[in-house]
T-cell receptor
């Protein structure tokens, strides 16, 4: 259980285009979804946290007009990189939270497989 | 001081040995602790979580938590070359999951 998918897994695009990445929780409803970015040989960097039906909360230094997040349902969140530039090339990973787990009282995050973006 | 600290490594152990990965955290109110494994070029996968002081075992993996000393560790018994990866410690505090920088483990045949 607790499978998270991402689509696409690879994107190569020209500078100036917009790229949309989808994140889906396949077998559970995710109260919260998270978007991370990871540059080569660096640790995960949280970009934003999104709750279904409300505006995303962005981390300091992340431009919300550049990285548009839509969390339309309990199983789908999208990240759109608008007017992508070469410096946006990175590994984008979403995760979905199961919320409080019955009997455990603790939240667990499950990660999608990631989307590798290359902007030429 | 970072909220969650890990030695970046690489930690090199021979095949069959016990690998010990450590993590310290600064928020004394943290309640939940997670270990993720990340292979190169892949996204993290959850190995196990722990929220009570003491040890929790799952197969070859044992998580150890000491809230008084604010550290959590992961032991991998009978290490295999396939265990070579970066191990991320994550801590839930203030309703946020905060990741350490990860420790790179290399298991040599």
């Amino acid at each position: 259980g607790a499978v998270v998918s991402q689509h696409p897994s690879w994107v190569i695009c020209k500078s100036g285009t917009s790229v949309k990445i989808e994140c889906r929780s396949l077998d559970f409803q995710a109260t919260t979804m998270f978007w991370y970015r990871q540059f080569p040989k660096q640790s995960l960097m949280l970009m934003a946290t999104s709750n279904e039906g409300s505006k995303a909360t962005y981390e300091q230094g992340v431009e919300k007009d550049k990285f548009l997040i839509n969390h339309a349902s309990l199983t789908l969140s999208t990240l759109t990189v608008t007017s992508a530039h070469p410096e946006d090339s990175s590994f984008y990973i979403c995760s979905a939270s199961t919320g409080l787990v019955a009997g455990l009282g603790q939240e667990t995050q499950y990660f999608g497989p990631g989307t590798r973006l290359l902007v030429l | 001081q970072k909220e969650v600290e890990q030695n970046s490594g690489p930690l090199s152990v021979p095949e069959g040995a016990i690998a010990s990965l450590n993590c310290t955290y600064s928020d004394r109110g943290s309640q939940s602790f997670f270990w993720y494994r990340q292979y190169s070029g892949k996204s993290p996968e959850l190995i196990m979580f722990i929220y009570s002081n003491g040890d929790k075992e799952d197969g070859r993996f044992t998580a150890q938590l000491n809230k008084a000393s604010q550290y959590v560790s992961l032991l991998i018994r009978d290490s295999q070359p396939s265990d070579s990866a970066t191990y991320l410690c994550a801590v839930v505090g203030r309703n946020m999951l905060t990741f350490g920088g990860g420790t790179r483990l290399m298991v040599k045949p």
